[in-house]
């Protein structure tokens, strides 16, 4: 199978790269729009700002080829707010393949929560074939200061201070808000489940 991570002005792809390799997958780390574009499977991680990763991905044309993709695409923390319409962070226009939902900046008044969420945390009401094998309630590790609003594409919910979307769905398309390279056991599975697809 060939996996590509999608390479971009974005933290946590060598992680990424490492987890497939923990699994037995070599995934080619590339912004060949020919590389992507033939892939059976590709993901696209981010940790970063959003209005920079934008710009970075319109420059080289990257967020139209994202946006044509036919393949399963798998979205991880900025990867998958990238795949909503708008972000709060910096008023940000994104992808819009999810094209109702909006990314929302955590209110550090709602019950004092400390920005960014770093840590463990539950995944509720689990929807997809994403998650086979994967109990409900497993803890995976987060680290964000922006999140997914609930919509009619949320396969897995969390909350922390708000009730928000932990994984979301859209055809080929889907997203974590959760870093599965860092949540161990259920990262796996989960990584696994998107291979399988």
């Not at 490492?18 to 940790?47: C, H, W, Y």
């Not at 991905?57 to 798998?74: A, D, F, G, H, T």
């Not at 396969?155 to 928000?164: F, K, L, N, P, S």
């Amino acid at each position: 199978m060939n996996t590509v991570i999608i390479k971009y002005n974005s933290g946590n792809i060598q992680s990424v790269q490492f987890a497939l390799q923990r699994i037995g997958v070599n995934a080619v780390v590339t912004d060949d729009m020919e590389k992507i574009k033939s892939a059976d499977k590709v993901i696209f991680p981010g940790v970063g700002e959003a209005s920079s990763a934008m710009n970075f991905l319109k420059e080289r044309k990257l967020n139209e080829l994202i946006i044509s993709l036919q393949q399963p695409v798998l979205g991880i923390c900025l990867g998958m707010q990238l795949l909503c319409k708008h972000s709060e962070e910096n008023d940000t226009d994104c992808l819009g393949i999810f094209e109702t939902v909006m990314v929302k900046k955590f209110d550090p008044t709602e019950a004092n929560l400390k920005i960014p969420q770093i840590g463990w945390n539950n995944i509720h009401h689990l929807q997809s074939p994403l998650f086979n094998l994967i109990p409900a309630d497993s803890y995976c590790y987060f680290v964000h200061s922006y999140y997914a609003e609930k919509s009619q594409h949320t396969i897995a919910t969390t909350e922390y201070g708000v009730t928000y979307s932990a994984a979301i769905q859209k055809n080929n398309f889907y997203g974590v808000q959760f870093h599965p390279e860092k949540s161990a056991v259920v990262g796996e599975q989960l990584l696994k489940n998107f291979l399988a697809i």
